[in-house]
């Protein structure tokens, strides 16, 4: 039966109602905002052309339309366009006025192409130019194929080139590096001559392959009527965003995914993929998870099965709270001066003194970062363990005893494979913590462009000592310290994308896992 | 049939056991040795996490500790010069070959150690003799005012010259520049001072012409072109005796030639400044008007030549910097500083090369003092009286020369003279300021810049993003906390906690990247929109709880205890709604100013804001990181809070209900309450959070150091400070450390909160076994 009157109070439970409310909003809204935009950035946009007379001038103007909005000061309607083509007009943007715009049309011969340097480019491709060959000229979409056919054959050449510069070239600089810090006698005056001579060799097929690839140029006609030229070497793909069907669309919008995934970056970061970062991400996180979890599962078995109640576990205890609780920064601050300065500036000293004063260890490096990051992320580790160790029942563990196990065997023959799980969950949680985290990694070893992986293919495999790429740096570089940030907006988007997905996903498994090993043992008493 | 056999083991209990069997209860040696290797092993793990937390902190104090020693000084060797009475003593840049100048006018250079001399007389051009030096360190110069009036510059020429076995040696060239005229013709100068200003170089020459004393100022002027360094003119030679009040005893120039300071008899300071190509006369002032002895016995310009470092008869040491006493006036010399006086009157002086260090010596004491942090850095007596002081450009060694010719050779370790408790937290008169202040600004263009250091801005930065962030962050975090965990409908708890621990994980890059580039443009424009909202949002939340609880039952069937939240998601986008409707007719309304060009009446927050508080608009303001930093912190309060109030037993909230309370009277009055030491940890946790939080205000402020708590200003705190400098400082420098200081006190402030808050927990924990 309902009251009539009214509980006292009642307005301020919905409040709270509203507080929660605002809270759920936010999360949900976030998260939204950011997927929407970090996925359509790899969706092909349709181009627009339009016709636009402003003061008495005609011109035509062929880009995206990425936003309309109300002009900040006059307030009236304004289209933003992307109109790429940075090396033709000087600027990838424009602003045009909403009641300037005449004609508008969606012409289904415009090229999208992507070149290596300076941006994409919007036009209309007239012909082909070779060195040595008449100019074959392009009229429609079914001369595409032939153009595919010369871009896939520059693309093989460059392939072989980076192959070459990279790992052949790198793999004799090496060599002669470590040469050259030994002392010099005859025989090694001689390997170094022969090697010179081999790296010579190798530049200068390096060489040839490249010109090669941008010998032969395409013609193409821009919104204003000019014709200009793009080596094909330098083209890295090119469709017709307004031919395409959905099917195309969709093909497209994978690929795009595909090369932001896999590919190493472009022009300052804001064009290509974020591969490095990822793998950079990947394994500063896997080294830190292999420093943390032993170090935070000691201490959570010390915490829950070797300590007794009194002053030393309380000092503990919050020891463990603060270090949760020391803003991350400082953690930063400590890893720069005693991992960087004080312990790898002692390694230098000791073993790597022939090359100082170029620091090896003695700088920002991988493993200075994940050993910052380990100490940021134990407290995770050590409650998400402890909490795995006490939903062991006490049961199981006095049965162990009772058959004679010793505390250790107990331990770790029951106790620790009981709660491995929960152990796990710390683990992922700490691992979802250490790849949000950047402000440390300034300090510690995060570049925005990396040269070489920290693990690749030349000895020693894994450098531990190299300087790595960070999506959360990735993101903070790119949108503030960029040259022309508003290009990079929707790398910054999708990058962001794709560090929640990994954190929102590490976290959320981790979650799940505790959450279901809390049901599993909440109800078993023995 | 074997008996068995009651043993009583060391715990006291008693099993049976088979004496034949004894072995087979005997655990394996191996086993126990494994087990107490653990047991130790996982104590001294366990027992790290301490030694971490300390570890970290006594590192990075140790780090800051050098920070606040003074400067140290040793004896590190005597020598004898042989040069009784000498006029002058400077020292090269290595500091191995110190010189001392005799009456006769000639050098003796002393090698370091071995205490070798070379004598080398200056051969003035025209016969000329000279008749009175000045030094110019910088340079590396001597000014040699000639009996015949005029000067001659001479310069040093040390170089560093490597031998067969790889030895530096230093050596010198002595080269006797061609004789500038200047003053009166054929009248011995008396004193004077020489600035080489690049491209104007500046001497002033006293004579004394028919018993008057007749002051000059010879300007040089030098064409530099891509050729390379032209010739040396002569283009100004001013008297600038009528400008004087008495009769002059000092001359200084300063300030790369822009500026003259001339000390007169009557304890007077004229202050000449250039202006065009002629000097004139800015300010007399008298430095010790107010002290019991006014004759001034020292006046010398400190590193820059922009403050005068100026003492008395009876020892009162005083520094006069130029500054704008009011906005747009003129510059002029005004007392910024006052040390500890000296025994007596200076006898010499050098000041640094590297800092606004200066060394003085009176009596038998020598002093080395920091004329920005204005302390002493170093202060001792020695046997002898110092007639002659130099300080080497490195600041690492000084010398001091007596007047019988020893000259004493001193180690100086003083790393950090610009810091100290003065530098860091208190107001500071820098160079140039028209008043003592708080100022962070740790780089400058100059190699002359003084680097201010003061935390107090940073500090005031923090607190100010971390009050606006808990403002937004509280309310919201606390009442989502007693909804979850009181009112609502067990089954969304499931799905409500982790989506908040999910926010709690968004890392604050992301945040902050948001914040700066998506919310900041987004409400820049849009303050009375957010104010619409932030006053309607609650409004229509509890007028909408008025209303349900007025209607029929029939109506309030709809919607089941518990699942109130639901209906406020339109709620809150009707709220944004009108918020984005309301907010430029409120606009319109109110924030009216009159555009001081065209007169019309603008509706423009921006505009109006400055014109209503003063403070300026910026669009990476305070405001925006609030809400975004206050997003960080919810749902860490949220997790601990709804953790202490679900914790609070059932029985306890279940007997008020039975009683006949509400539910908002038993969660407000009896769960609440009881829960209080949770929640106020909850918030200390969250404020710890806050203040630390480095991404979101590095992306989403513009880091300017600035003293205010406007809203609609940005700020720096200590933890961006620290992201944005830290990679550039060399390591082991006065910055480098005064950023570990920065972590340090972070590291404090925030050791304090979780302390204090862990305490209240474990408290709290305890209180509720008894319940």
Known sequence: ML?????????????????????????????????????????PKRVVQLQVSEDGSERQLIGEIVKKQKQATSGDQEWQL????????????????EAAIGEQSQPLDILKIE????????????????????????????????????????????????????????????????LKRKPANSAITAELASLTGEYEALAQKARKLRDLATQTHLIYEISDGRERSVAIGHIVSFYRPNAMG?????????????????????????????????????????????????????????????????????????????LAGVPSIVFGVFGLGFFVYFVGGGIDRLFFADTLPTPTFGTGGILWASLTLSLLTVPVVIV??????????????????????SKWQTIQRVILPASLPGILTGMILAMARGAGEVAPLMLVGVVKLAPSLAINSSYPFVHLDQKFMHLGFHIYDLGFQSPDSEAALPMVFATTLLLIVVVVVLNLAGILVRDRLRRKYAGSTF | MREAQRVATDQGQFVFMNPDDSQRFQPRRITLLIDRFMTHFIKVGGLAVIAAVMGIFVFIFWQVLPLFRGAEVSLVQELETGVPDALMLGVDQWTELPFVLDKEGQLHFIAIPSGERSVVPINLADDAQPSAFAHVPKTQQLAVGTDKGGFSLVDLNYAASFGDDEQRSIGQDVTVGKRYKGGLADVPVIALDYVDGESLKVAVLVQEADGKRVTHAVTLKQKRSLMGAGKVKVAGNQDISGELEGTPRFVRVGAGGQLIAVATDSGSICYLRRDGREFVKMQTFFPFADSATQEIASLDFLLGGNSLVVTNAAGVNRVFSLYMPAKDAERLFGQTKSFAPLPGAASAYAASQRNKSFLMASGETLSLRHGTTETVRWEAAQSYQAAHVALSSKHDRLLTLDQAG????YKLHDPHPEAGMQAFFGKVWYEGASRPDYVWQSTGGSDEFEPKLSMIPLILGSIKGTVFAMLFAIPIALLAALYTSQFQHPRFRAVVKPTMETMASIPSVVLGFLAALWLGPLLENRVPAVLVFVITAPLASMLIGFLWTRMPPEVRVLCKPGYEFLIFIPVLIGCVCLAVWFGPILERAVFVVSDPETGAQVADFRRWWPDFWGGRYEQRNALIVGFVMGFAVIPIIFTIAEDSLSHVPRDISSAALALGASRWQTAFRIVLP?????????????????????????????NTPIMDMSIFTGMRTLSANIAVELPEAPHSGTLYRALFLGAMLLFAMTFVLNTFAEILRQHLRNKYKTV
């Open chain 1, 384 to 405: 998400a363990a402890e909490e795995a160790l006490s939903a062991v029942p006490r049961g199981t563990r006095e049965a162990a005893l009772a058959c004679g196990a």
């Open chain 1, 115 to 178: 070149r290596l340097e300076f941006g994409s480019v919007f036009g209309r491709a007239l012909r082909i130019e070779q060195a040595d060959a008449e100019p074959i000229s392009l009229v429609g979409e079914a001369d595409d194929p032939q153009l595919q056919e010369f871009v896939d054959e520059a693309t093989a050449l460059r392939a072989e080139v980076t192959e070459i510069e990279k790992s052949e070239i790198g793999r004799v600089n090496n060599r002669i590096e470590r």
């Open chain 2, 674 to 702: 009881t829960a209080a030491a949770g929640i106020f940890s909850a918030v200390i946790i969250g404020l710890g959070r806050a203040v630390g939080e480095t991404m979101i205000v590095l992306m989403a402020t513009g």
């Open chain 1, 246 to 322: 959905l099917s195309a669309r969709c093909g497209r919008f994978l690929h795009n995914a595909k090369v932001f995934l896999l590919d190493a970056p472009r022009e300052a970061n804001t064009e290509g993929g974020v591969f490095p970062a990822i793998f950079g991400t990947v394994i500063m996180t896997i080294f830190m998870s292999l420093a943390v979890t032993p170090f935070g599962v000691i201490t959570a078995i010390y915490l829950h099965e070797y300590a007794r109640t009194g002053p030393l576990l309380t000092s503990v205890r919050i020891a463990v709270n603060n």
């Open chain 2, 406 to 409: 020893t000259l004493y050779l």
């Open chain 1, 3 to 43: 009251q009539r009157q009214a509980a006292a109070g009642e307005p301020l439970v919905w409040l709270s109602s509203m507080g929660l409310a605002t809270g759920i909003a936010m999360v949900i809204f976030l998260l939204g905002l950011i997927l929407v935009n970090g996925i359509s950035v790899f969706w």
């Open chain 1, 82 to 97: 992307y109109t790429a083509n940075r090396d033709a007009f000087g600027h990838s943007f424009v602003y045009v006025p």
